[in-house]
């Protein structure tokens, strides 16, 4: 099955942009969805296809794709964004419709 | 508003099978061409896909987990449910139950349950 690769773990000024990476060979086949985790609660959707946003989540939260790397950015940082994060898409190693999560980021907000 | 509930035993002795429930509630599971699906994560560790349920009844397991793994739905209780069999400490986890969207571009998880740790121990 296929990987998708994420950095451990990234700092942001609160109030900065902060971009948060994926990398893998599905991505050049398909979108990444994104969630948000913080302790001790569920995943929280916060972007899904080329770059939508489920309802309720704040505009300063947005996602892209370039070859096999896909970017989670956030404009403009609040402490309440401290988390981690996952990234996960369809897995394009076989016919079937599997799917494959990062390994995750933690962010810390400065 | 869509929920989801898991429930099952907390505790499961190794060797045995694992059992969970998802009870969706605020809509039909089968409307709207959805799919199921089951996640873990072992603790301080990532996500893992564990499967998913189509709207049609089909499925679909992580292949590492795929010859211990059924996912099933019962459409007349709205839930859906996973079994996990010859567990081991390894299976120690949080287990999450969400909906999920499959399409040719892409997939998400657009409602989590809560979560429900399930330990592995004699």
């Known amino acids: ?110 | 508003q869509l929920q989801l509930q898991e429930s099952g035993s907390g505790l499961v002795k190794p060797s045995q099978t694992l059992s969970l429930t998802c009870a969706v509630s605020g809509g039909s599971i089968s409307s709207g061409g959805y799919s199921w699906s089951w996640i873990r994560q072992p603790p301080g560790k990532g996500l893992e896909w564990i499967g998913y349920i189509y709207h049609s009844g089909s499925t679909y397991y992580n292949p590492s987990l795929k010859s211990r793994v059924t996912i099933s739905v019962d459409r007349s209780k709205n839930q859906f449910s996973l079994k996990l069999s010859s567990v081991t400490a390894a299976d120690t986890a949080v287990y999450y139950c969400a909906r999920v969207v499959v399409r040719s571009g892409y997939v998400y998880f657009d409602y989590w349950g809560q979560g429900t740790l399930v330990t592995v121990s004699s």
């Not at chain 1, 296929?2 to 990476?21: F, H």
């Not at chain 1, 794709?65 to 309440?80: P, R, V």
């Open chain 1, 1 to 110: 099955s296929s990987e998708l690769t994420q950095d451990p773990a990234v700092s942001v000024a609160l109030g900065q942009t902060v971009r948060i990476t994926c990398q893998g060979d599905s991505l050049r086949s398909y979108y990444a969805s994104w969630y948000q985790q913080k302790p001790g609660q569920a995943p929280v959707l916060v972007i899904y296809g080329k770059n939508n946003r489920p309802s309720g989540i704040p505009d300063r939260f947005s996602g892209s794709s370039s070859g096999n790397t896909a970017s989670l950015t956030i404009t403009g940082a609040q402490a309440e964004d401290e988390a981690d994060y996952y990234c996960n898409s369809r897995d394009s190693s076989g016919n079937h419709p599997e799917t494959v999560f990062g390994g995750g980021t933690k962010l810390t907000v400065l």
